[in-house]
């Protein structure tokens, strides 16, 4: 079982990150928010898990030890596999699944893809007590993931792939393309710094802002 690795991101995409050690090139699956923390041609050191399947055997990487908890932790409530359990931290952070969990709040954990209101209430049970100590409880919205991005408009047009690369993956996670489309419209405008955002940037602004 692969647990770590430390090598150089060679490749990477909105969704996954290839990282080579010792001339093996390990391609890992991991939310945006993870993958934009990993700079190309640098080295790094990241936890990981390991899914195997019968048909298949996944890679995941965590940015820290409190996404890496979660994401097992997640798959303790029936109904929950480790896609699902990636496609719920991809919109809400450990520390959100954590506070929302407390108080009982389904529907902030229906903001993510595949998970109902049936689903959203058996996590609230089930995960009493588990996911308490996952980090600090804090608040995020639209500006908050914008400054944490680093990355804004002011009306600065973003180039046309990137909106495109963006709005395909929020539809590949299971929103609808109005849905996904409306919600770019909303965070670009909210952005005030000159400089546009990539794609990885974008894409986790839309996830902390998407209702």
């Given at each position: 079982?692969?647990?770590?690795?430390r090598?150089?991101?060679i490749?990477?995409?909105?969704?996954?990150?290839?990282?080579?050690?010792?001339?093996?090139?390990?391609?890992?699956?991991?939310?945006?928010?993870?993958?934009?923390?990993?700079?190309?041609?640098?080295?790094?050191?990241?936890?990981?898990?390991?899914?195997?399947?019968?048909?298949?055997?996944?890679?995941?990487?965590?940015?820290?030890?409190?996404?890496?908890?979660?994401?097992?932790?997640?798959?303790?409530?029936?109904?929950?596999?480790?896609?699902?359990?990636?496609?719920?931290?991809?919109?809400?952070?450990?520390?959100?699944?954590?506070?929302?969990?407390?108080?009982?709040?389904?529907?902030?954990?229906?903001?993510?893809?595949?998970?109902?209101?049936?689903?959203?209430?058996?996590?609230?049970?089930?995960?009493?007590?588990?996911?308490?100590?996952?980090?600090?409880?804090?608040?995020?919205?639209?500006?908050?993931?914008?400054?944490?991005?680093?990355?804004?408009?002011?009306?600065?047009?973003?180039?046309?792939?990137?909106?495109?690369?963006?709005?395909?993956?929020?539809?590949?996670?299971?929103?609808?393309?109005?849905?996904?489309?409306?919600?770019?419209?909303a965070?670009?405008?909210?952005?005030?710094?000159?400089?546009?955002?990539?794609?990885?940037?974008?894409?986790?602004?839309?996830?902390?802002?998407?209702?």
């Amino acid at each position: 079982m692969i647990a770590s690795l430390r090598g150089t991101v060679i490749d990477k995409g909105l969704d996954y990150v290839v990282i080579e050690c010792a001339g093996v090139g390990y391609q890992c699956t991991g939310t945006a928010t993870t993958i934009a923390e990993l700079p190309r041609g640098e080295e790094v050191f990241v936890t990981t898990s390991m899914v195997v399947r019968e048909d298949s055997q996944t890679l995941y990487v965590f940015q820290d030890g409190d996404e890496k908890r979660a994401f097992a932790i997640l798959q303790s409530v029936s109904g929950v596999g480790a896609r699902l359990a990636l496609a719920i931290l991809s919109v809400v952070s450990p520390q959100e699944l954590a506070r929302a969990v407390s108080n009982g709040d389904h529907k902030a954990l229906q903001k993510a893809p595949g998970v109902g209101k049936r689903l959203a209430e058996r996590m609230a049970v089930d995960l009493k007590g588990k996911v308490a100590d996952l980090g600090e409880m804090v608040d995020s919205g639209i500006a908050g993931a914008a400054e944490a991005s680093g990355a804004a408009t002011d009306g600065q047009a973003v180039a046309p792939d990137v909106r495109e690369q963006v709005l395909e993956a929020l539809v590949g996670l299971g929103f609808t393309e109005s849905k996904a489309g409306g919600t770019l419209d909303a965070v670009l405008a909210q952005w005030s710094e000159p400089v546009a955002p990539d794609a990885s940037a974008l894409l986790r602004a839309s996830l902390a802002a998407i209702k």
